[in-house]
């Protein structure tokens, strides 16, 4: 395989359930991304890996939780989403600095 | 606080015309980039532009940047069908843990 590959494609969840996004990217980047995408937002960064050390980001709530084991793989955990969270989550990454994103097909979630 | 505006926000144009997206941001950065998105697909990179003066092309894309007025400019000769799409502009703060995107602009291009 090669790019950034997300996984699901699709999620339909209740507001209690806990669920997890999956990202991997295979062009041997070192930095990873989570981003939101909504209707009525522009792309809004919600976490950054660099060399698999997060970066916080205080605006995103809680109920986000990332996780990043290795350089290759990044997680986005969910639990108790409101409805408000549905959007289009979308995974990135880049080499270093250089500052080009890379995008998966992302994973369009709904919150019920 | 860095903001990126991009204008418009929607074109509708013919095919064979030609025009420009706008994209400003309000503070210093000299890394700024553009990128596609086509209806229910992820964001596809289509240039970057690194220093003041930058100009690329591929295509009937232009691309072009002037970190003096803090103004990048993407230029569509002779439109064609295939480059309806929304086309987003995206600012490197200095930090490179920010990247700001501009809310977009919905290209449609019509026979």
């Known amino acids: 395989e090669t790019g950034v590959t997300q996984t699901p494609r699709h999620l339909v969840m209740g507001m209690t359930n806990k669920k997890s996004l999956k990202c991997e990217q295979h062009?041997?980047?070192?930095?990873m991304y989570w981003y939101k995408q909504s209707a009525k937002k522009p792309l809004e960064l919600m976490f950054v890996?660099?060399?698999?050390?997060?970066?916080e980001n205080n605006s995103v709530p809680s109920r986000f939780s990332p996780e990043c084991p290795n350089s290759s793989h990044l997680f986005l955990h969910l639990h108790t989403l409101q409805p408000e969270d549905s959007a289009l989550y979308l995974c990135a990454s880049s080499q270093g600095w250089a500052g080009e994103l890379f995008f998966g097909e992302g994973s369009r979630l709904t919150v019920l | 606080e860095l903001k990126v505006e991009q204008n418009p926000l929607f074109l509708s144009m013919q095919e064979g015309k030609n025009y420009t997206i706008y994209c400003n941001y309000s503070?210093?950065?000299?890394?700024l980039y553009w990128y596609r998105q086509d209806p229910g697909k992820s964001l596809e990179s289509l240039f970057v532009l690194l220093s003041n003066g930058a100009v690329k092309q591929e295509g009937r894309l232009m691309a072009s940047l002037d970190t003096k007025a803090r103004l990048s400019t993407l230029h569509i000769t002779a439109a064609v069908h295939d480059l309806s799409a929304t086309y987003f502009c995206?600012?490197?703060?200095?930090?490179?843990?920010?990247?700001?995107f501009g809310a977009g602009t919905r290209l449609t291009v019509k026979p």
């Open positions: 503070t210093t950065s000299d890394r």
């Open positions: 995206a600012v490197d703060t200095y930090n490179n843990n920010d990247m700001r």
């Open positions: 062009l041997g980047h070192n930095a």
């Open positions: 890996y660099s060399l698999e050390e997060r970066v």
